[in-house]
Every structure is written in C-alpha cells, then in structure tokens.
C-alpha cells in the first residue's frame, strides 16, 4: 500500500525541499501551509492553506493520513527571533500541541518533529572555541529564550505522547540549515542567505555589514543533506532527539571569506556590535547519528555555498 505522506510547513524553505524528495521515493504527499511556495510550484499531491494554529485544521490536515512531518513554524534568522519571542511562542505552541494531538485522534502511524540547535544551553556556547555539542547536552536546560525554550518543551511532549499514546515520534535538531530556494532578504533570513545577498549585491570591491564581530561561530548543514536525514530518522527505530548538521564549525568571518571567494569580489568587513548576534560558539557533535543512521553529511560547505549564492545572485538579477 502507498503511505500517505503529510508535511506542514510545505511553503517553506525545507518543507518544500522535503516534498519533493518524498515524491520522488514514490509517496503520495499532502503538503499543508499559510501560504504557497514563493520560488516554485509544490510537488505535492494536495497542497492546502491551512493555519495550523486551529485545531479543527490540524484534524484535516492528518484525516488518512500515516506519517507527518511537522515542519510548520513561525520563526526566522537570529534577528526575528531575537525581537518577536511572544509571538513565535503563542504559535509554535498552538501548531506544535494541536498537530501531536490530531496524529494520536486521527491514529497516524508516525509523528516528526523539527526541533534546533537552540534548544542547547548558553552556558555551553560562550565561546568561539564552543565544544561540538552532544545530545545529552540539552539538560540541565538553559534554553535560549522564547524561541529556544519553546522547541524544547515540544521535545519532551513528543516522549511523553510515545511513552504513553504508543505513538511513533522523532524529533530532529537542525544546526543552521542553508541552500536554494529559501528566505535571503526581509528580516527572516539565516545568516548564509543574508551574506550571499549582501554580496550579491556589493561591487566587485566593497565592504558589507556584519552583524556582531565576526568572531562568534556555527557549524552549517546544505538543505539536500538535511532532507536526505530527515527521512533516513523516520525510517529507523530511534525515538530520541538527534543533531542534523555538519559537524565543521567556522567563524562568521571565515564564511564571510568563502562566499566571497565564490563570488569572485574582494570584500572587506564592517561590524556592528549592536546587532543580534547570538552565542558564541555552536557546532554539532554527530557522533550519535553516525551511529542511529550509519550516515553523516555529505556535501561541503563549499559546494552547498556555491550553489546557493549562485541561486540568490539569479533572484537579485531578475527581481
């Protein structure tokens, strides 16, 4: 029998990544969002315009359904979540509680949920030279507020909802995912889509603004290998939070230096301290999902960069 495939947040940057891969392995895919893919028309089977904040809609959206992937959230770069914390609260709860709970009414086989790096301890990341983070780093929690903190209690919903209900959960912790077809400008976006904007659109010699002063680092993972991962979680066994993202960690400068070595302009960097900026240091430990998928990422920075930048300067040209 066909599995039917559900994926919220199918508008969105990864969702929309994820729909088409599923298609491709032979699913029947409902893809469900606020809005419709900006870039390009959705693979899907049924795409709906839902507000998942409605608990009467998450009831649709899973009616004969067998897997979900929740991807459906209200959040953005570092800048929007920094500044908007009550209300990525209020709606990720009501997306996240309502979508759990109509999988275990509806009887869905399988519940994922995207969970994130930010989940981890800030007293684990104030520093550039951060140690990669495992896990089982998660607690004694210490969760960065609102955003962070949010994505963390749904971590324990979905054990409790296995534990108890005998619902098949798996929860994911994304590390700075990046790549084509998602948000690079209005205040949303993550730091490889604004970088490659603003060099998109600099002189072939400039300077660009960098927020904090370059020093702070991240690990980051290329879109293809993040949906190559989420798939490979929610064929296994494993019902435990796991890290997805690569497991090289580089300054924000340095990533600054690649994109623009990939440009082919000489940029210099000029800092504002005042900007959101975030910790320190984050990088992801993948000794556990070497172990649980046999599997790591494989495409580089490099090469995922490339490509992205190389999409984002089209958007530019033609916008």
């Known amino acids: 029998m066909q599995k039917r495939i559900l994926v919220t947040g199918a508008g969105g940057f990864i969702g929309h990544h994820l729909v088409r891969l599923l298609k491709q392995k032979g699913y029947w895919v409902r893809g469900v969002d606020i809005v419709h893919p900006e870039y390009e028309k959705s693979a899907a089977d049924d795409f709906e315009i839902l507000d998942l904040r409605r608990w009467e809609n998450c009831l649709k959206a899973t009616q004969g359904m067998h897997h979900v992937y929740n991807l459906a959230a209200n959040m953005g770069g570092i800048g929007f979540i920094e500044s908007h914390k009550a209300e990525i609260v209020h709606d990720n709860t009501l997306i996240n ?41 998660a607690y004694p929690a210490d969760a960065e507020d609102g955003y962070g903190w949010e994505k963390l209690y749904m971590e324990r919903t979905c054990r409790h909802y296995h534990e108890d209900y005998g619902l098949q959960t798996y929860v994911v912790r994304f590390h700075n995912i990046f790549g084509p077809l998602g948000t690079y400008e209005g205040g949303r976006e993550k730091s490889p889509a604004a970088i490659c904007r603003k060099i998109g659109l600099a002189n072939p010699v400039d300077e660009i603004e960098v927020w904090g002063d370059g020093l702070q680092t991240r690990s980051y993972c290329y879109i293809e290998d993040c949906i190559e991962g989420i798939y490979r979680l929610m064929q296994s066994e494993f019902h435990e939070p796991l890290n997805l993202g690569q497991d090289r960690m580089i300054s924000v400068n340095e990533l600054v230096d690649i994109i623009a070595k990939i440009s082919g302009k000489t940029i210099a960097k000029r800092y504002d301290l005042t900007k959101p900026q975030g910790v320190r240091g984050r990088n992801s430990d993948n000794t556990l999902l070497r172990q649980v998928l046999g599997w790591e990422p494989q495409i580089s920075l490099e090469e995922g960069l490339k490509i992205t930048y190389h999409w984002i300067l089209k958007q530019l040209e033609t916008a």
Do not use: R, W
């Open 97 to 137: 509680m309502h979508m759990i709970d109509a999988a275990k009414t509806n009887k869905l086989e399988k519940f994922l949920y995207t969970s994130s790096a930010c989940i981890y301890p800030g007293y684990k990341q104030n520093s550039p030279e951060v140690s990669p983070l495992k896990e089982s780093d």
